[in-house]
């Protein structure tokens, strides 16, 4: 079993920037897509972006294209660095990991979730 930790939400301006971290622990990302999804209330949550471990490659939603980017370090954390956020980007964040090599954008195809961190960006 993995668990995921996400942490680095808060209030910020807009224009401002933020940077999202998830932790595993339990196993390791090695041979995992991890990605960032995101839910406003009352409505679906819905991807931001994706790693695939074993090559790096990444995919993103195109309402973040040029502002988020995803990275990651060792085989236990990833990051969302978030540039210019907007009042739009204002969401619960959720880290989710399936194992495979195909970043996928449905959240039923994630088999672990972290708790999630609220990012709320102001006018």
């Known amino acids: 079993q993995m668990q995921l930790v996400e942490s680095g939400g808060g209030l910020v301006k807009a224009g401002e920037s933020l940077r999202l971290s998830c932790v595993a622990s339990?196993?390791?990302?090695?041979?995992?897509?991890v990605s960032w999804f995101r839910q406003i209330p009352g409505k679906e949550r819905e991807f931001v972006s994706g790693i695939r471990w074993s090559v790096m490659s990444t995919d993103y939603a195109d309402s973040v294209k040029g502002g988020f980017t995803i990275s990651r370090d060792d085989d236990k954390n990833v990051f969302l660095q978030m540039n210019n956020l907007k009042p739009e980007d204002t969401a619960i964040y959720y880290c989710a990991a399936r194992v495979g090599n195909v970043i996928t954008w449905n959240r039923s195809s994630y088999d672990y979730w972290g708790q999630g961190t609220q990012v709320t960006v102001s006018s």
């Open positions: 339990g196993r390791t990302f090695r041979g995992n897509v």
